[in-house]
């Protein structure tokens, strides 16, 4: 057996700042080197960040990227860090004359998902993702073309076989192929977005590919937020045997450094197996003497809730620092929705870049004005109160507006207003609306749905104040005092937008109606099969038509993290205009 020094940097990149990226890789570069590795694995995408979507197809950006990936190796070796292997993704494009003309049905300009191989100054070979994911939240069919080789590198005697992301999660192409390589390693680099639980499924992939291709397997990945989706890192490594016996914190940017014993590389030669050529490249081919390894460590795994409330935390603060924001104003109504959110966005940011407003009507309970003023003191955020009616009577006397109308108004009046602070100070606003009410329309369009990010997008009712409990139960845990006062989780929810009001006047009871919205939204089941599964029909049908009309607001909606299966947006993607009407009344007659 051969020794190899391994550091998986998990990063927090930005998409398009090429620079910016760049520093980052040759920081931890240098903390590799400092720490004694032989190879630094950095995530897939790395030097452009992930995803660049139809960046891919503008042929300056892909320029930059294949221009800074040669001078980072050069400045890597100027810098007295040419000795380590670097494996570093990036933007490419395929080479070859029939690559290189736009046809129809293929991305134009023919960009690649690519792992360059970086020595002594030189990109001494790239390998290209086989695999192109075209489902959920991924594009990459319509941004890619794919390759068609595994790459194995000698290193230090070991042949290390790369892989890029989805080439793990799917059977066949380069990762299967390993096993035929001979391979010591397979160092697959990722941006693999988070969702709830995730980390479970890809710990069962790593060690089922691992027993596959019968050699270790190293996983690295980014963190980080973008947009709608948040990384969470999770680095990992296994041996042949798919024990994981290494691995990385959660949403923590960092690098794990692991000593590993390896098979000596046999000398099989290239060829092609399967359709995919093996492609060889010596590095090392001499193994290193022995020496004195380190002791691998594994991160302790965090709690649902935990997990949950990192990588909305994490999203909201990458959002807000990476598009250049400082603070971050909300609507505070004393409920569970904007108390969660403030405490994220205190959690995100620091409670000094956060303004909260509270808005009473002449609905406003005293309950919830002060639950509103109770948590700007625990929390520590800006705390101002604009009443509301001033500005909405002018508007009632002059157009009459009743019912529904009067209703909506006085969300429309809060968005103006904070839409106004917002224009002069500079702030995010911060949309505070949750899964469940996004889903059935429960929102007032140009009302409490404006902001420009909304940090509970895609997280249903119910969880809202499971994360709200495990929030105060944690500030208990670590001797602070909790930020979320315990009568905005205890009370039950209301807009307060006449007397009395309460959610379950248009709604039923949030449990049921989360338990009906997972099968609804999340598994695609129609009204026949709700039914089926025990759902009062009139129910069903009153939601499903809730469910499909609100199509147009959630096209409006600020883009939030993902952290469910399918997330609106850019995993549940259906059209506006649309005839087509599940009827469980119908259902229920067959």
């Given at each position: 057996?051969?020794?190899?020094?391994?550091?998986?940097?998990?990063?927090?990149?930005?998409?398009?700042?090429?620079?910016?990226?760049?520093?980052?890789?040759?920081?931890?570069?240098?903390?590799?080197?400092?720490?004694?590795?032989?190879?630094?694995?950095?995530?897939?995408?790395?030097?452009?960040?992930?995803?660049?979507?139809?960046?891919?197809?503008?042929?300056?950006?892909?320029?930059?990227?294949?221009?800074?990936?040669?001078?980072?190796?050069?400045?890597?070796?100027?810098?007295?860090?040419?000795?380590?292997?670097?494996?570093?993704?990036?933007?490419?494009?395929?080479?070859?004359?029939?690559?290189?003309?736009?046809?129809?049905?293929?991305?134009?300009?023919?960009?690649?998902?690519?792992?360059?191989?970086?020595?002594?100054?030189?990109?001494?070979?790239?390998?290209?993702?086989?695999?192109?994911?075209?489902?959920?939240?991924?594009?990459?069919?319509?941004?890619?073309?794919?390759?068609?080789?595994?790459?194995?590198?000698?290193i230090h005697g070991i042949d290390v076989?790369?892989?890029?992301?989805?080439?793990?999660?799917?059977?066949?192409?380069?990762?299967?192929?390993?096993?035929?390589?001979?391979?010591?390693?397979?160092?697959?680099?990722?941006?693999?977005?988070?969702?709830?639980?995730?980390?479970?499924?890809?710990?069962?992939?790593?060690?089922?590919?691992?027993?596959?291709?019968?050699?270790?397997?190293?996983?690295?990945?980014?963190?980080?937020?973008?947009?709608?989706?948040?990384?969470?890192?999770?680095?990992?490594?296994?041996?042949?045997?798919?024990?994981?016996?290494?691995?990385?914190?959660?949403?923590?940017?960092?690098?794990?450094?692991?000593?590993?014993?390896?098979?000596?590389?046999?000398?099989?030669?290239?060829?092609?197996?399967?359709?995919?050529?093996?492609?060889?490249?010596?590095?090392?081919?001499?193994?290193?003497?022995?020496?004195?390894?380190?002791?691998?460590?594994?991160?302790?795994?965090?709690?649902?809730?935990?997990?949950m409330y990192g990588a909305i935390v994490?999203?909201?603060?990458?959002?807000?620092?990476?598009?250049?924001?400082?603070?971050?104003?909300?609507?505070?109504?004393?409920?569970?929705?904007?108390?969660?959110?403030?405490?994220?966005?205190?959690?995100?940011?620091?409670?000094?870049?956060?303004?909260?407003?509270?808005?009473?009507?002449?609905?406003?309970?005293?309950?919830?004005?002060?639950?509103?003023?109770?948590?700007?003191?625990?929390?520590?955020?800006?705390?101002?109160?604009?009443?509301?009616?001033?500005?909405?009577?002018?508007?009632?006397?002059?157009?009459?507006?009743?019912?529904?109308?009067?209703?909506?108004?006085?969300?429309?009046?809060?968005?103006?207003?904070?839409?106004?602070?917002?224009?002069?100070?500079?702030?995010?606003?911060?949309?505070?609306?949750?899964?469940?009410?996004?889903?059935?329309?429960?929102?007032?369009?140009?009302?409490?749905?404006?902001?420009?990010?909304?940090?509970?997008?895609?997280?249903?009712?119910?969880?809202?104040?499971?994360?709200?409990?495990?929030?105060?139960?944690?500030?208990?845990?670590?001797?602070?005092?909790?930020?979320?006062?315990?009568?905005?989780?205890?009370?039950?929810?209301?807009?307060?937008?006449?007397?009395?009001?309460?959610?379950?006047?248009?709604?039923?009871?949030?449990?049921?109606?989360?338990?009906?919205?997972?099968?609804?939204?999340?598994?695609?089941?129609?009204?026949?099969?709700?039914?089926?599964?025990?759902?009062?029909?009139?129910?069903?049908?009153?939601?499903?038509?809730?469910?499909?009309?609100?199509?147009?607001?959630?096209?409006?909606?600020?883009?939030?993290?993902?952290?469910?299966?399918?997330?609106?947006?850019?995993?549940?993607?259906?059209?506006?205009?649309?005839?087509?009407?599940?009827?469980?009344?119908?259902?229920?007659?067959?």
């Amino acid at each position: 057996m051969s020794q190899l020094r391994v550091a998986l940097a998990q990063l927090n990149v930005t998409v398009g700042d090429v620079d910016g990226n760049a520093e980052k890789i040759v920081a931890w570069t240098r903390n590799a080197v400092e720490r004694g590795a032989h190879v630094v694995a950095f995530p897939e995408m790395a030097l452009t960040g992930y995803p660049v979507e139809d960046l891919a197809l503008r042929g300056s950006f892909v320029d930059a990227s294949q221009a800074k990936i040669q001078t980072l190796a050069k400045r890597l070796a100027d810098e007295g860090l040419g000795d380590i292997v670097v494996v570093c993704g990036y933007l490419d494009r395929a080479t070859g004359t029939a690559m290189g003309v736009d046809r129809l049905g293929r991305p134009k300009g023919s960009p690649t998902n690519a792992a360059a191989v970086i020595h002594q100054g030189h990109v001494v070979t790239s390998a290209v993702k086989h695999h192109l994911p075209n489902y959920g939240v991924f594009d990459e069919f319509r941004h890619f073309v794919p390759g068609n080789t595994l790459q194995v590198v000698r290193i230090h005697g070991i042949d290390v076989a790369l892989a890029i992301c989805e080439d793990l999660w799917q059977d066949g192409g380069p990762v299967a192929v390993a096993k035929a390589a001979d391979a010591g390693l397979l160092l697959v680099i990722n941006s693999s977005p988070y969702e709830a639980n995730k980390d479970d499924v890809r710990g069962e992939l790593v060690t089922r590919r691992a027993r596959e291709a019968d050699c270790a397997l190293a996983y690295v990945n980014l963190i980080g937020g973008q947009d709608e989706l948040v990384f969470d890192g999770d680095s990992l490594i296994s041996d042949a045997e798919g024990n994981i016996f290494a691995r990385a914190p959660q949403f923590e940017q960092g690098s794990m450094v692991v000593d590993l014993e390896l098979p000596a590389a046999t000398g099989t030669p290239s060829g092609t197996h399967e359709g995919i050529e093996i492609v060889h490249t010596v590095i090392h081919e001499d193994a290193l003497p022995a020496y004195e390894p380190i002791a691998a460590a594994v991160a302790p795994r965090l709690a649902d809730e935990a997990e949950m409330y990192g990588a909305i935390v994490t999203g909201l603060r990458d959002y807000v620092q990476k598009n250049g924001f400082k603070s971050v104003l909300l609507g505070l109504s004393g409920g569970i929705d904007s108390s969660l959110v403030a405490a994220i966005a205190c959690d995100a940011i620091g409670s000094e870049h956060v303004f909260g407003i509270s808005n009473p009507s002449v609905y406003s309970s005293d309950h919830s004005k002060d639950d509103a003023a109770e948590l700007a003191a625990r929390t520590g955020l800006n705390y101002r109160v604009i009443p509301i009616q001033p500005m909405v009577q002018p508007f009632l006397d002059t157009l009459g507006l009743t019912d529904l109308a009067e209703e909506n108004l006085q969300a429309r009046v809060r968005a103006v207003i904070w839409m106004g602070l917002s224009n002069a100070d500079g702030h995010l606003v911060l949309a505070c609306g949750n899964k469940s009410e996004l889903s059935v329309g429960y929102s007032t369009i140009y009302g409490d749905a404006v902001g420009g990010f909304a940090p509970l997008k895609d997280v249903p009712k119910t969880v809202v104040w499971r994360l709200a409990k495990w929030r105060n139960e944690d500030a208990k845990a670590r001797g602070k005092q909790p930020p979320i006062p315990e009568n905005s989780i205890a009370k039950p929810p209301s807009a307060e937008l006449r007397p009395g009001q309460q959610d379950t006047d248009s709604l039923p009871p949030y449990d049921l109606l989360d338990d009906m919205l997972d099968d609804y939204v999340e598994l695609d089941r129609g009204s026949a099969e709700l039914v089926a599964a025990g759902f009062e029909t009139e129910l069903v049908s009153k939601v499903i038509q809730l469910v499909d009309r609100a199509e147009y607001k959630r096209r409006q909606y600020p883009p939030g993290p993902k952290i469910t299966h399918k997330a609106f947006g850019r995993d549940r993607r259906l059209p506006i205009t649309n005839a087509w009407r599940e009827d469980a009344r119908k259902a229920a007659e067959h």
